[in-house]
């Protein structure tokens, strides 16, 4: 077998990517086909832990622009993120694949307290842990999320899904003119005002020395040719 470009990985998806076609929700071939690419890695020995949005769902941010307690609209919106890992569980299991929700609000009917030993354990049996809830806590995004797990998994890298292919000069969907980067580092992102990730996410990952990639996840195969080792995305180091 192909020696693996990263060990354990991170994998983050927001809610809208979730939505495929559709103007909310879950759109189900969407699901399918990413449990499918989940699926090939975590085959090859690559341990996979996920973190999702819920922005297809609820926003806690909208809810407060629109009036509602910010708090109260964050916690919809965790509510939201353990909607979604339920539905990438249900199509994970569908193709086989060994899953365990994880869930930072305690939900104990649907989803297993965080607990990061017992996060770390599945990882090492094969399991894909996904996590919701978020950190818990209003005020901080599924960024930060994703990048507090990672760490506290001891994740190689946070590959981060979207829907372009990189990190570009300028919103490549908006500027013909931009321009990609292959690698670039935490300070050139911060001194070019470029957005990956909300500050405190990107911080905190840039503290820990913990490198993200951004990459187009609706492309098929490209998750499998980034772990892998491929030059796939943007690599965002020190």
Do not use: W
Not at 64 to 84: E, F, K, P, S, W
Not at 114 to 122: E, G, K, L
Not at 147 to 172: C, F, H, N, Q, W
Not at 214 to 237: A, Q, W, Y
């Amino acid at each position: 077998m192909l020696a693996m470009q990263y060990k354990r990985i991170l994998l983050k998806l927001s809610g809208e990517a979730l939505m495929g076609e559709k103007q909310y929700g879950i759109d189900s071939k969407r699901l399918a086909e990413y449990a499918e690419e989940i699926k090939d890695v975590a085959a090859k020995g690559v341990e996979v832990a996920i973190v999702i949005g819920g922005g297809n769902i609820f926003r806690g941010l909208t809810g407060a622009a629109t009036g509602m307690d910010r708090v109260q609209g964050d916690h919809m919106g965790m509510l939201a993120t353990v909607i979604n890992g339920l539905a990438l569980q249900s199509a994970l299991e569908m193709q086989g694949v060994q899953t365990r929700l994880q869930s930072a609000i305690q939900i104990n009917e649907v989803a297993e307290p965080f607990i990061r030993r017992r996060a770390m354990r599945h990882l090492e049996k094969g399991r894909v842990v996904i996590f919701g809830g978020g950190t818990g806590n209003p005020y901080f995004t599924t960024d930060s999320a994703a990048v507090l797990r990672a760490i506290e998994i001891e994740a190689d890298v946070i590959l981060k899904g979207t829907r372009v292919d990189g990190i570009y000069t300028s919103d490549p969907e908006k500027d013909k003119n931009a321009t990609k980067f292959d690698t670039i580092s935490f300070a050139d992102v911060l001194l070019k005002g470029l957005k990956v990730m909300d500050t405190t996410a990107f911080t905190l990952s840039q503290e820990n020395e913990l490198p993200i990639v951004v990459f187009d996840m609706n492309k098929t195969g490209n998750l499998m040719k980034l772990v892998e080792g491929e030059n796939i995305g943007t690599v965002v180091n020190i």
